[in-house]
């Protein structure tokens, strides 16, 4: 008798020479050599088969079970078909190899069988569970790191949780308007953010130099950069860390990309506008919501293929997460102030669709001692609105945060989850057990996608490489509400942050009429009729009411009186805003 493995790769042979067959029709070829049709037919079905048990067997995304799980169809069908062989073929040293196949695998089913118990036993599962909630079982220390994407200082923002203090930021280019330069080299409009399996690596997504930036945890070292296609948005790394799958929002696919190699392999078609990637904890699939197409793809990570096309409730869907036992994936809706739930399993129906409210965001799923939940940013309230996870989602809890509240991320034990503050500058942490914000951590500016990953710094104090606030720190935040007595429920907050000799104004509403036209001025008083009106920006709200609204210029010392001299002081402006065919106030800036 031969080595098993010698007999595993003969079987392994005869089961792809068989499936090759099939696949390309190339059987009809052999048919010279045989005659016997029930041949032909019989190893078609013994390979369909084996292909639908393959497909069907249980994966949990530990390797030592999904490969026994995987393996054991596989040897049945070279099996059946080894003695389909036998009852038609003729020659002597094809049946010798047909006979030792079924020996040979027959004791191989066998021993994966028995791994199969005892990996299933609860001595040899405690470990493999452990492993199985990764990041879930690992309590807060000063090895973690929680990272921000800073979209307007091109900064990655650093925090020690343990502390809760800023340790200094990862500089990846200059702000606007240097960053405008013809021979700019840095990166602009640094955004989304993943981590490797590992976490040894965070990727950085940067839309406006349409780049990925692989840094080390550990270093805060850039280790290389890859170059995609048009405004990609977020990244993540898939649950085995040979591939990372970006979505570039600016056109109708994903970049699957060699994380070793640093460079893109394929592509995987989508609808238009992919806003976000996750994957199910097996790796049987991902998740892809759009922010320009009400549709979430299922991709089957295997053939790289759409398995599955989900409704989404409105197009604009910039982020979801997906629930560690594999039954899950919630969705946020950003232009409609929504939420849906979604199976993660076949057929991948809508489970729940939640109000969620103006500006949905982010949202992360969390399991500790008190239950299983999910926490929602909600920008358009200021808030983190917290859910009970079950068969119909319950509110169980909204947690004010400051403006505009955007990435959001678990920490490794469940007992925290962080917040970035886009028009804030800041990150919050939360207290999961009791829902009270334990910090509140200065950072760079306009904080996008967040990312807690545990045990980031094996060793040391992981400052290496790090530059403080600098710039990145200077910025003014307002408040704007409705004129006294007018009646009106709006409400808006503003971050003016410094971008060199200028200033970045980012305005996010809520409360309007939906689907209307707004005018943003600068004016010359608080109070009707304003005085000199100065037009910065038109705008459309969406479809909850909302929206976010940029203009650049020398703001901040206007604003904000910022001057020690009297006469410059006298030049304060406010901000403004009303209809565009109508000069009646729907907010006013407040007063300090």
């Known amino acids: 008798m031969k080595p098993i493995f010698t007999s595993f790769y003969l079987g392994v042979v005869l089961c792809c020479v068989c499936f090759s067959a099939h696949a390309t029709s190339s059987h009809q070829l052999m048919r010279p050599m045989s005659s016997d049709a029930s041949f032909e037919q019989e190893m078609i079905e013994s390979m369909s088969k084996m292909d639908q048990d393959m497909a069907a067997a249980p994966m949990t995304g530990d390797p030592n079970h999904d490969f026994s799980a995987m393996m054991i169809p596989h040897h049945q069908g070279a099996i059946d078909m080894a003695k389909t062989f036998l009852l038609h073929g003729q020659d002597a040293a094809l049946r010798r190899l047909a006979q030792e196949i079924i020996v040979t695998q027959q004791q191989e089913i066998q021993v994966m069988r028995l791994r199969l118990a005892a990996l299933q036993s609860p001595a040899a599962t405690a470990p493999h569970d452990k492993k199985q909630e990764g990041s879930a079982s690992i309590p807060v220390s000063e090895r973690d790191r929680v990272y921000t994407g ?30 405008l330069s013809p021979l700019y080299r840095g990166q602009l409009l640094v955004h989304g953010m993943g981590f490797s399996p590992d976490h040894r690596t965070i990727a950085v997504v940067s839309i406006g130099s349409n780049s990925i930036m692989f840094i080390d945890t550990a270093t805060n070292k850039i280790k290389g950069v890859v170059y995609i296609g048009r405004s990609p948005h977020e990244a993540f790394f898939t649950p085995n860390g040979k591939e990372l799958w970006a979505v570039v929002r600016g056109e109708d696919y994903v970049s699957v990309i060699d994380p070793v190699k640093m460079k893109e392999i394929r592509r995987v078609q989508t609808a238009n506008g992919p806003g976000m990637v996750l994957f199910r904890p097996d790796g049987r699939y991902a998740f892809v919501p759009s922010s320009f197409t009400p549709e979430l793809d299922v991709v089957d990570m295997q053939s790289y293929k759409v ?6 409730a409105s197009p604009f869907s910039p982020n979801l997460a997906a ?31 939640l109000d969620t409210g103006p500006i949905t965001n982010h949202v992360t799923l969390v399991e500790n001692a008190n239950g299983k939940f999910a926490y929602v940013t909600v920008g358009g309230e200021n808030a983190v609105k917290v859910y009970r996870r079950g068969e119909r989602p319950e509110l169980i809890s909204t947690i004010s945060t400051g403006d505009l509240p955007h990435g959001i991320w678990g920490s490794g034990d469940g007992t925290r989850v962080y917040v970035g503050l886009e028009n804030q500058d800041a990150v919050i942490a939360i207290d999961t057990l009791t829902n009270k914000i334990l910090a509140t951590i200065p950072i760079g500016q306009q904080p996008q996608a967040l990312v807690y990953v545990p045990e980031a710094v094996p060793t040391g104090d992981g400052t290496s490489n790090l530059v403080p606030l600098a710039d990145a720190g200077k910025a003014a935040h307002l408040t704007l509400i409705a004129p006294e007595g007018s009646g009106f429920s709006a409400h808006a907050t503003v971050s003016v942050n410094s971008i060199g000799s200028l200033d970045l104004l980012q305005m996010a509403v809520s409360g309007l009429k939906p689907g209307q036209m707004y005018r943003l001025s600068l004016v010359t008083d608080r109070t009707a009729p304003y005085g000199k009106k100065e037009e910065l920006a038109m705008f459309k709200t969406n479809l909850a009411g909302a929206q976010v609204v940029q ?27 009303t209809p565009a065919e109508s000069d009646a106030a729907e907010l006013i800036q407040k007063a300090p």
């Open 150 to 179: 800073d979209q307007t200082s091109n900064t990655v923002s650093v925090i020690n949780p343990a502390s809760n203090k800023l340790l200094g930021v990862i500089r990846l280019g200059d702000p606007v308007p240097g960053a």
């Open 307 to 312: 398995i599955a096309r989900v409704p989404q």
């Open 323 to 353: 629930s560690r036992d594999g039954n899950e994936v919630w969705f946020t809706l950003k232009d409609s102030g929504k939420t849906q739930v979604m199976s993660a399993q076949p057929p991948f129906s809508i489970l729940a669709t």
């Open 551 to 577: 203009t650049v210029g020398p703001f901040r010392q206007v604003l904000t009186s910022e001057s020690e001299n009297a006469a410059e002081a006298t030049q304060q402006r406010f901000l403004l805003v």
